[in-house]
């Protein structure tokens, strides 16, 4: 089946600019994450939706960054006023929500802020 | 501060060479274990996963890791790797009471030559 996907998958802007980073998740996949990825680093935890609330929020890094799951499915990640520190592969996982359960990763979108 | 440690960050073997990742993590009590795998060109994919009983696990394309609790260690394992090995690998915990977000370690890029 499908997995998850990631739009754009490369996206440059302009230092100041907002920016919307989208994630499918697997269908039936109850629960979204949202991981950065600076260079040489591993995957950073952001934000963890399960079902359409924020469940844990803890790794946003300021109020700039802000996530939403209207419906409990697509999960649109949003960046006001982007800096170049900003620059980092978003990452997107899902997985059915339950314990001990697997986070399937999506292919990342790519941010570099100019 | 609490983290998940890969002690190597670049390894270069030949084919049929025997393979062994280190990863290590300081958080108490009950945890869940992952090493991902990232291919060149593709996105993170699970190897395998510890969450409670034998600590000898067994994953995808011939992988083991073994938890050993006294030790706060996961390390990886292949008995002999192959050129398609060639791969970043992430260690990554779920520290217990957290909401499944995982904790990543830095990564270990490794290089198997033909």
């Known amino acids: 089946g499908a997995g998850v996907s990631q739009t754009p998958s490369n996206k440059v802007t302009e230092k100041g600019k907002y920016v919307e980073l989208r994630c499918d998740p697997i269908?039936?996949?109850?629960?979204l994450y949202w991981y950065r990825q600076s260079l040489g680093q591993g995957p950073e935890f952001l934000i963890y939706?399960?079902?359409?609330?924020?469940?844990?929020d803890s790794g946003l890094p300021n109020d700039r960054f802000f996530a939403v799951r209207p419906e409990g499915s697509v999960s649109t990640l949003k960046i006001q006023r982007t800096e170049r520190g900003d620059s980092a592969m978003y990452l997107c996982?899902?997985?059915f929500g339950r314990g001990q359960d697997t986070q399937y990763f999506g292919p990342g979108t790519r941010l570099t802020v100019l | 501060a609490q983290s998940v440690s890969q002690h190597n960050h670049h390894v270069i073997l030949s084919e049929a060479a025997s393979l062994e990742l280190g990863c290590n993590y300081s958080?108490?009590?009950?945890?869940?274990l992952f090493w991902y795998v990232q291919y060149p060109g593709q996105h993170l994919q699970l190897l395998l996963k510890?969450?409670?009983?034998?600590?000898l696990v067994k994953g995808i394309k011939g992988f083991e890791a073994e938890f050993i609790k006294s030790k706060f260690s996961f390390n990886l394992r292949k008995p002999s790797v192959q050129w398609s090995d060639t791969a970043e690998y992430f260690c990554?915990?779920?520290?217990?009471?957290?909401?499944?977000?995982?904790?990543f370690g830095t990564g270990t890029l490794l290089a198997v030559q033909p």
């Open positions: 958080y108490g009590g009950t945890v869940n």
């Open positions: 939706f399960q079902g359409t609330g924020a469940a844990d």
């Open positions: 510890y969450f409670s009983g034998d600590p």
């Open positions: 996982a899902s997985s």
């Open positions: 269908s039936g996949h109850t629960a």
């Open positions: 990554a915990v779920i520290p217990g009471g957290a909401t499944n977000k995982l904790i």
